[in-house]
């Protein structure tokens, strides 16, 4: 079993990853609930925010973290 060394992890790009872990699978799951209490347009849009925040989350990372 091999560990791995975090110490290069700097605590904004640890706190931006974790911010945005919550709230992209907290629209995800929140968007399966709508779904399956048949609020399909409440569901589309949280699946469509869950999609914009990976976006959002994709380009800060390339912008400032590369």
Known sequence: ???DDLS???AGLFTIGVVFI???FGLLSFGIL???QQRYRR???CFGFAAV???VFI???NRWYS
């Open 1 to 3: 079993m091999t560990t």
């Open 8 to 10: 290069g992890v700097s």
């Open 22 to 24: 919550l709230l992209v």
């Open 34 to 36: 709508q779904m399956f």
């Open 43 to 45: 569901g589309w849009y």
């Open 53 to 55: 925040s990976f976006a």
């Open 59 to 61: 380009w800060i990372l």
